[in-house]
C-alpha cells in the first residue's frame, strides 16, 4: 500500500469530504454530507473520474478522529469495489485543525482502514490493496521535508497498531505462552542495542514468586513466562514500566467458559498487546524515553494440574489470595508484575487489561475505563480524545472492598458483590501496588475488538492502545 506525492499515474478515484451547509463540487444532498455516509458519484464519460464523497458533519464540530474514520472509510469502501489506486484531494479552510495534524490523522486512518488479518485465508483472501495519492499543492501550510516527516511519523503509528492488531488476532494453536515469549525476543532484540529482552521462567518465576502466574498457569502445556523488555534511550529519565496482560487463551481454568463460541478468549492479550505496538512505535521513532514492559504470559486452562476453586496463592508482599473463580486470572498475574515494577525501580506504573466485561457493560465498546492516579488519568484521557483510543475515568470506591474479603485469607479474587465488578477488579489490583509507584488502571476488554467493521477498524483486533501508551510516555519524556 503505497502513499505518493504528485505521483505522474493518475488515480482511478478521487476522495472529497463532504460539509453540511457547505457547498461540494459536485451534485450532493445534504444527507449525504452527514457524519459517517460515504456515496459513490459514479462518471457519467470516460473524461472524468468516479468520486467518493465522505460526509464529515459540520465542519465546526471535526476532530482528528473524524479525520480517520474518514480516511479508513474512504480506504475500504475503494478496496471492495477493487480500485487500485484514490487520490484524497483537499479542500483548505479555515479549521481547528493544523495541516499537518490532519495529514497524519488521515494517513493513520487509511493505512489502519486497508488493514486485513488474512493469515488463515485462503479463497477468501483479498490480494488487492489501494494506492493514496497525494498533491503536495494541496497542502500548502507544509513544505516537502514537513509532509515527508508527516508520513513517515503517520506510517509508524499505524505499523505500531498493525503490531497489536496481528497479535490479538492471531490464533492460539501459534500463539501460545512459549511462542509468544520467543516472538518479543525475537522482534525487540534485532538489531538494537538500546533494547533488553529477560524472560522469567521456569526455577525463576519461583525464586521471584510469581505464584500468580505459576499457579494460573498450572493447567497448560506451555510455560507462563513474565517477559521484562527494557528501552532505555534515556536512562536518565525516570522509568516508567507498561504492564499488559498476555492470556493468550483464557478458557476459564476450572473455572471453564461455557458459550457456544469462545473464539474470542484468543484476545485476552490484548494488554500485551497494546504495550508492544506501543513500544515498537518508540522504537521506531527512536525516542528518548526511559520505559520498560513488563508482560506476564500464560493460557487459563483445565486440567488434572490446574488450580482450584478455593486455592489459596501467597505473594511476596504478604497479602495472600483466595482463588474465589479461576476465571478472574487476569488480576492474579498483573499482580506480579506490579510487584516487579517496583523491584526493578519504576517510579509509574500503567497496568492494561482486557480485564472484565463489566467495563463493557457500563461504557459499550467505544471507550476503555482508567482508574488510579489523577494527574497520569488526566494525561492520558486527554491523549486519548486527541488519538481516538478514548477513556473514561472510574471511581475506586474505597467501600467495595468489602466486597473483596475472603473468609480464611486476605483477599478474594473476584467480588463477593454481582455489581461494579470493574472497579472492585482495579481494587485488587491497587493492593498490590506499591507506595512509591504512581499508577493507574486500564481496562480495555470493551475496546479489543469490533464485531463489524468501524471507521478505520475491519471487524477484529482494533489495535487499541498502541497509540494511546506510545503518546503518553513521549509526553512524559518531554515534559
Same mark, same amino acid.
Given at each position: 500500500?503505497?502513499?505518493?506525492?504528485?505521483?505522474?499515474?493518475?488515480?482511478?478515484?478521487?476522495?472529497?469530504?463532504?460539509? +453540511? @451547509?457547505?457547498?461540494?463540487?459536485?451534485?450532493?444532498?445534504?444527507?449525504?454530507?452527514?457524519?459517517?455516509?460515504?456515496?459513490?458519484?459514479?462518471?457519467?464519460? @470516460? +473524461?472524468?473520474?468516479?468520486?467518493?464523497?465522505?460526509?464529515? =458533519?459540520?465542519?465546526?464540530? /471535526? #476532530?482528528?478522529?473524524?479525520?480517520?474514520?474518514?480516511? %479508513?472509510?474512504?480506504?475500504?469502501?475503494?478496496?471492495?469495489?477493487?480500485?487500485?489506486?484514490?487520490?484524497?484531494?483537499?479542500?483548505?479552510? @479555515?479549521?481547528?485543525?493544523?495541516?499537518?495534524?490532519?495529514?497524519?490523522?488521515?494517513?493513520?486512518?487509511?493505512?489502519?482502514?486497508?488493514?486485513?488479518?488474512?493469515?488463515?485465508?485462503?479463497?477468501?483472501?483479498?490480494?488487492?490493496?489501494?494506492?493514496?495519492?497525494?498533491?503536495?499543492?494541496?497542502?500548502?501550510?507544509?513544505?516537502?521535508?514537513?509532509?515527508?516527516?508527516?508520513?513517515?511519523?503517520?506510517? &509508524?503509528?499505524?505499523?505500531?497498531?498493525?503490531?497489536?492488531?496481528?497479535?490479538?488476532?492471531?490464533?492460539?494453536?501459534?500463539?501460545?505462552?512459549?511462542?509468544?515469549?520467543?516472538? &518479543?525476543?525475537?522482534?525487540?532484540?534485532?538489531?538494537?542495542?538500546?533494547?533488553?529482552?529477560?524472560?522469567?521462567? %521456569?526455577? +525463576?518465576?519461583?525464586?521471584?514468586?510469581?505464584?500468580?502466574?505459576?499457579?494460573?498457569?498450572? =493447567?497448560?502445556?506451555?510455560?507462563?513466562?513474565?517477559?521484562?523488555?527494557?528501552?532505555?534511550?534515556?536512562?536518565?529519565?525516570? &522509568?516508567?514500566?507498561?504492564?499488559?496482560?498476555?492470556?493468550?487463551?483464557?478458557?476459564?481454568?476450572?473455572?471453564?467458559?461455557?458459550?457456544?463460541?469462545?473464539?474470542?478468549?484468543?484476545?485476552?492479550?490484548?494488554?500485551?498487546?497494546?504495550? !508492544?505496538?506501543? /513500544?515498537?512505535?518508540?522504537?521506531?521513532?527512536?525516542?528518548?524515553?526511559? *520505559?520498560?514492559?513488563?508482560?506476564?504470559?500464560?493460557?487459563?486452562?483445565?486440567?488434572?494440574?490446574?488450580?482450584?476453586?478455593?486455592?489459596?496463592?501467597?505473594?511476596?508482599?504478604?497479602?495472600? *489470595?483466595?482463588?474465589?473463580?479461576?476465571?478472574?486470572?487476569?488480576? !492474579?498475574?498483573?499482580?506480579?508484575?506490579?510487584?516487579?515494577?517496583?523491584?526493578?525501580?519504576?517510579?509509574?506504573?500503567?497496568?492494561?487489561?482486557?480485564?472484565?466485561?463489566?467495563?463493557?457493560?457500563?461504557?459499550?465498546?467505544?471507550?476503555?475505563?482508567?482508574?488510579?492516579?489523577?494527574? &497520569?488519568?488526566?494525561?492520558?484521557?486527554?491523549?486519548?480524545?486527541?488519538? =481516538?483510543?478514548?477513556?473514561?475515568?472510574?471511581?475506586?470506591?474505597?467501600?467495595?472492598?468489602?466486597?473483596?474479603?475472603?473468609?480464611?485469607?486476605?483477599?478474594?479474587? *473476584?467480588?463477593?458483590?454481582?455489581?461494579?465488578?470493574?472497579?472492585?477488579?482495579?481494587?485488587?489490583?491497587?493492593?498490590?501496588?506499591?507506595?512509591?509507584?504512581?499508577?493507574?488502571?486500564?481496562?480495555?476488554?470493551? #475496546?479489543?475488538?469490533?464485531?463489524?467493521?468501524?471507521?478505520?477498524?475491519?471487524?477484529?483486533?482494533?489495535?487499541? %492502545?498502541?497509540? !494511546?501508551?506510545?503518546?503518553?510516555?513521549?509526553?512524559?519524556?518531554?515534559?
Amino acid at each position: 500500500m503505497n502513499i505518493l506525492f504528485d505521483s505522474a499515474n493518475g488515480a482511478d478515484t478521487l476522495i472529497y469530504l463532504a460539509y +453540511e @451547509e457547505e457547498a461540494f463540487p459536485l451534485r450532493l444532498g445534504e444527507a449525504h454530507k452527514q457524519s459517517g455516509s460515504v456515496t459513490w458519484l459514479y462518471a457519467r464519460s @470516460e +473524461e472524468e473520474s468516479d468520486v467518493i464523497a465522505i460526509g464529515m =458533519g459540520k465542519r465546526r464540530a /471535526l #476532530t482528528l478522529e473524524k479525520v480517520r474514520r474518514a480516511a %479508513g472509510s474512504a480506504a475500504r469502501t475503494a478496496l471492495r469495489e477493487g480500485r487500485n489506486s484514490a487520490s484524497f484531494v483537499r479542500r483548505t479552510a @479555515e479549521s481547528n485543525i493544523s495541516a499537518a495534524d490532519e495529514l497524519q490523522a488521515w494517513i493513520e486512518g487509511w493505512l489502519l482502514g486497508l488493514y486485513r488479518f488474512q493469515t488463515y485465508r485462503g479463497v477468501t483472501k483479498i490480494d488487492i490493496s489501494v494506492d493514496l495519492l497525494l498533491q503536495t499543492a494541496d497542502w500548502p501550510e507544509l513544505t516537502k521535508l514537513e509532509l515527508e516527516v508527516v508520513l513517515s511519523t503517520g506510517r &509508524m503509528r499505524a505499523e505500531g497498531a498493525v503490531v497489536a492488531r496481528d497479535l490479538v488476532n492471531e490464533v492460539p494453536g501459534t500463539l501460545n505462552p512459549d511462542r509468544f515469549a520467543e516472538w &518479543m525476543v525475537e522482534y525487540f532484540e534485532r538489531d538494537n542495542a538500546a533494547v533488553k529482552v529477560h524472560v522469567y521462567r %521456569g526455577q +525463576e518465576l519461583v525464586d521471584l514468586q510469581m505464584n500468580g502466574l505459576l499457579a494460573v498457569g498450572a =493447567g497448560s502445556k506451555h510455560s507462563p513466562a513474565l517477559v521484562e523488555i527494557r528501552y532505555e534511550s534515556n536512562p536518565e529519565l525516570p &522509568m516508567l514500566a507498561l504492564v499488559g496482560k498476555g492470556v493468550t487463551f483464557d478458557l476459564g481454568g476450572m473455572n471453564v467458559k461455557t458459550a457456544s463460541d469462545i473464539s474470542d478468549a484468543r484476545m485476552d492479550m490484548g494488554g500485551a498487546a497494546a504495550v !508492544l505496538g506501543a /513500544l515498537d512505535i518508540l522504537v521506531r521513532n527512536q525516542a528518548h524515553v526511559n *520505559v520498560t514492559a513488563l508482560i506476564p504470559v500464560v493460557d487459563n486452562v483445565p486440567d488434572a494440574e490446574a488450580v482450584l476453586p478455593s486455592s489459596v496463592i501467597r505473594y511476596p508482599n504478604g497479602l495472600t *489470595v483466595q482463588v474465589a473463580n479461576t476465571d478472574g486470572e487476569g488480576r !492474579l498475574i498483573i499482580a506480579d508484575a506490579l510487584i516487579h515494577a517496583a523491584n526493578i525501580g519504576a517510579t509509574k506504573v500503567i497496568d492494561i487489561a482486557t480485564l472484565t466485561g463489566n467495563v463493557g457493560a457500563a461504557l459499550g465498546l467505544g471507550i476503555a475505563g482508567i482508574w488510579g492516579d489523577g494527574e &497520569m488519568t488526566q494525561s492520558l484521557v486527554e491523549i486519548g480524545e486527541r488519538n =481516538g483510543e478514548r477513556l473514561w475515568p472510574m471511581p475506586l470506591m474505597d467501600e467495595y472492598e468489602v466486597d473483596l474479603r475472603s473468609n480464611y485469607a486476605d483477599l478474594r479474587n *473476584v467480588s463477593t458483590s454481582p455489581f461494579a465488578g470493574a472497579i472492585t477488579a482495579a481494587l485488587f489490583i491497587r493492593r498490590f501496588v506499591a507506595e512509591s509507584l504512581s499508577w493507574v488502571h486500564i481496562d480495555m476488554a470493551g #475496546t479489543v475488538q469490533y464485531k463489524q467493521d468501524v471507521g478505520y477498524s475491519e471487524a477484529g483486533a482494533t489495535g487499541y %492502545g498502541a497509540r !494511546l501508551l506510545a503518546d503518553y510516555v513521549m509526553k512524559q519524556a518531554q515534559q
